[in-house]
């Protein structure tokens, strides 16, 4: 096996870039040979100032100094552009999570990445990702039962942003909560059927701007369709240095539960959970080990997308398959 690093590169510097860079230090056989941007590159200060940032308009001319590219981008208007874009010079990794729009989107990937012979590993995280790996062995395994996904206690960035704009609010975020009553009913395996409300609360910590009406912020808020609306939602009201000082982390985790029956019409639950003090710092953990993946791909002389449901779970350990074999099986 070829003991030389494998080259990596970053395409955008927010929350998720600086995640990646943390990572990769953590890993014995990678290095980071730069960061790409749209800002001015003499802007960003990087964690590591020895590495080098350069405009994303270089991307083409930087190719063959990095082996697989991390992009770091949103999925609403960032990677749908970036990801076929660059999947034609680069061995990619991405978050993509917008679900209903994956396989469009892998399609549009695939095409590039297989006609320029390169790799691209799509929508890789924790869900969509990890938690899509635990619904497939779930079915797999229990084929006769149901599914449950809870998230939470998590910070939602887009619901954050949705209450942002809410008129009167100068500042704000919210977290999404199981129902506890829920998860002990699918975890005793009694299979319950549970609309949306029934599954998850929504909270919400508000500072309003001078002069603000309180009720017409809440009433605002709960009634605020595909949002809110549909769930039982608490809003709180509360001052700036409280909303620093409490608010600030980015939490999030949840659960993937199983509730079927065996051959033998045996009871049986498969749960698989995540408690995240930092949701970006956990998703960028999961992009850099698949990056390893989609490298060990490339130089085998794959090509076009693939999700994690398609990577076998060797390829995302630097240990050789005959270390693993001795030491986790």
């Given at each position: 096996m070829d003991s030389s690093p494998i080259r990596i590169g970053i395409a955008g510097y927010g929350n998720l870039g600086r995640g990646a860079?943390?990572?990769?230090?953590?890993?014995?056989?990678?290095?980071?040979?730069?960061?790409?941007?749209?800002?001015?590159?003499a802007s960003l200060q990087l964690a590591d100032p020895s590495v080098p940032v350069w405009s994303i308009d270089e991307a083409a001319a930087r190719r063959d100094?990095?082996?697989?590219?991390?992009?770091?981008?949103?999925?609403?208007?960032?990677?749908?552009?970036q990801g076929p874009s660059l999947a034609q010079w680069y061995t990619t990794i991405d978050s993509f999570d917008t679900h209903a729009k994956i396989p469009e989107y892998f399609s549009s990937v695939d095409t590039v990445a297989r006609a320029h012979g390169n790799v691209s590993i799509l929508a890789v995280g924790w869900d969509p990702g990890l938690f899509s790996i635990n619904r497939l062995m779930g079915e797999a395994i229990l084929p006769q039962g149901a599914t449950y996904t809870f998230w939470g206690k998590g910070l939602s960035q887009g619901h954050s942003d949705a209450i942002r704009r809410v008129p009167g609010v100068a500042a704000g975020v919210q977290y999404t909560l199981p129902v506890q009553d829920a998860v002990n009913q699918v975890r005793a395996g009694q299979q319950p059927q549970l609309s949306t409300r029934q599954k998850h609360t929504r909270e919400c910590f508000v500072?309003?701007?001078?002069?603000?009406?309180?009720?017409?912020?809440?009433?605002?808020?709960?009634?605020?369709?595909?949002?809110?609306?549909?769930?039982?939602?608490?809003?709180?009201?509360?001052?700036?240095?409280?909303?620093?000082?409490?608010?600030?982390?980015?939490?999030?985790?949840?659960?993937?539960?199983?509730?079927?029956?065996?051959?033998?019409?045996?009871?049986?639950v498969m749960e698989f959970s995540l408690?995240?003090?930092?949701?970006?710092?956990?998703?960028?953990?999961v992009l850099v080990a698949y990056a390893r993946a989609a490298w060990r791909l490339k130089i085998a002389g794959e090509t076009g997308a693939r999700t994690v449901l398609d990577i076998a779970p060797g390829l995302l350990s630097p240990k050789s398959a005959a270390d693993l074999r001795r030491e986790l099986l």
């Open positions: 860079q943390a990572a990769i230090a953590q890993q014995p056989d990678m290095q980071l040979m730069g960061v790409f941007t749209r800002r001015n590159p100094e990095i082996d697989v590219l991390i992009l770091c981008g949103g999925s609403k208007d960032d990677l749908p552009v500072v309003l701007q001078p002069g603000a009406d309180g009720d017409q912020v809440r009433q605002a808020i709960v009634t605020m369709p595909n949002y809110f609306a549909d769930y039982d939602t608490t809003v709180h009201f509360i001052d700036a240095d409280t909303l620093h000082r409490e608010h600030s982390g980015m939490p999030h985790g949840g659960f993937v539960i199983r509730s079927g029956q065996s051959g033998h019409g045996d009871g049986q408690n995240l003090a930092s949701n970006p710092g956990f998703t960028s953990s």
